[in-house]
């Protein structure tokens, strides 16, 4: 669910987060771009009386590392996968933490991005943030974030270069681990062949299961097919964030 306009102002794009835990009566909250261009900050809002006809919104600027509108992510053999722009792409609330991820510029090229705010306290805090940068010429896009009962986080997003077409990988944070530290990510479906139409899906998905209490992530990947199959492809894969005594692998349990 998104909302672009409130109260007659324009907001672009305010993500509505997933609200776990949450009670009736409870302040809802959103997350969005500053500035559509990129800039130093995302927008955090909160919205009290959600129940009511006259919801009251409070915006909170946030600084973040700088960044900038993402540009195309190379594909094998000279071509260029769409990235869209900085939007924020998902959010996602549980226990006072409030999570959120978008595609963002840095050096030239995409990754992806996600932050962790406190909003327990009368002004929500900026906790950890980070960027999802495999390497030179990597690019890193469409993310989505979540986290589960445990506290730990997960991540799905989707990835290419000039060598590697568009593929599907997870990744995540256990509650021990340092602030702004992933788990090595993992590929969970590679694709096999160029993605012709240059903007594929905006969005991925990933969602906590209630009684495992591990990640069932969705995402797009580009694969080879018989004309005229737009070459596109929804998978889907469960893991677990399972730390090592450095707390920084993971295991992925079930793909499908």
Same mark, same amino acid.
């Given at each position: 669910?998104?909302?672009?306009?409130?109260?007659?102002?324009?907001?672009?794009?305010? @993500?509505?987060?997933?609200?776990?835990?949450?009670?009736?009566?409870?302040?809802?909250?959103?997350?969005?771009?500053?500035?559509?261009? +990129?800039?130093?900050?995302?927008?955090?809002?909160?919205?009290?009386?959600?129940? *009511?006809?006259?919801?009251?919104?409070?915006?909170?600027?946030? @600084?973040?590392?700088?960044? *900038?509108?993402?540009?195309?992510?190379?594909?094998?053999?000279? $071509?260029?996968?769409?990235?869209?722009?900085?939007? #924020?792409?998902?959010?996602?609330?549980?226990?006072?933490?409030?999570?959120?991820?978008? @595609?963002? +510029?840095?050096?030239?090229?995409?990754?992806?991005?996600?932050?962790?705010?406190?909003?327990?306290?009368?002004?929500?805090?900026?906790?950890?943030?980070?960027? #999802?940068?495999?390497?030179?010429?990597? =690019?890193?896009?469409?993310?989505? #974030?979540?986290?589960?009962? =445990?506290?730990?986080?997960? #991540?799905?997003?989707?990835?290419?270069?000039?060598?590697?077409?568009?593929?599907?990988?997870?990744?995540?944070?256990?509650?021990?681990?340092?602030?702004?530290?992933?788990?090595?990510?993992?590929?969970?479906?590679?694709?096999?062949?160029?993605?012709? $139409?240059?903007?594929?899906?905006?969005?991925? +998905?990933?969602?906590?299961?209630?009684?495992?209490?591990?990640?069932?992530?969705?995402?797009?990947?580009?694969?080879? +097919?018989?004309?005229?199959?737009?070459?596109? *492809?929804?998978?889907?894969?469960?893991?677990?964030?399972?730390? =090592?005594?450095?707390?920084?692998?993971?295991?992925?349990?079930?793909?499908?």
């Amino acid at each position: 669910v998104v909302i672009t306009e409130r109260d007659g102002d324009d907001h672009f794009t305010m @993500a509505v987060a997933t609200m776990h835990d949450a009670q009736p009566g409870d302040p809802m909250w959103f997350v969005e771009e500053t500035e559509y261009n +990129g800039g130093d900050s995302v927008r955090v809002v909160r919205m009290d009386n959600p129940n *009511s006809a006259t919801p009251v919104y409070t915006d909170y600027e946030i @600084a973040v590392t700088n960044y *900038s509108t993402p540009p195309d992510a190379p594909q094998p053999g000279g $071509g260029s996968f769409r990235t869209n722009d900085g939007r #924020i792409l998902n959010a996602e609330y549980r226990g006072g933490r409030l999570v959120a991820t978008h @595609a963002v +510029g840095v050096g030239g090229k995409t990754v992806a991005r996600w932050y962790e705010f406190d909003v327990r306290g009368a002004t929500p805090t900026l906790v950890q943030e980070g960027t #999802i940068d495999p390497g030179p010429g990597i =690019n890193t896009y469409f993310p989505s #974030i979540a986290i589960n009962a =445990n506290g730990d986080l997960g #991540i799905t997003y989707m990835q290419s270069s000039a060598s590697e077409f568009v593929s599907m990988y997870v990744t995540g944070q256990a509650v021990e681990s340092d602030p702004g530290t992933l788990a090595t990510p993992v590929l969970v479906k590679a694709g096999d062949e160029i993605y012709p $139409g240059g903007r594929g899906g905006d969005y991925s +998905g990933i969602s906590v299961d209630p009684v495992t209490d591990s990640f069932w992530a969705v995402n797009e990947v580009s694969l080879s +097919g018989p004309a005229p199959n737009p070459l596109w *492809s929804t998978w889907a894969g469960e893991f677990n964030v399972t730390p =090592n005594e450095d707390y920084d692998g993971f295991s992925l349990a079930v793909e499908a």
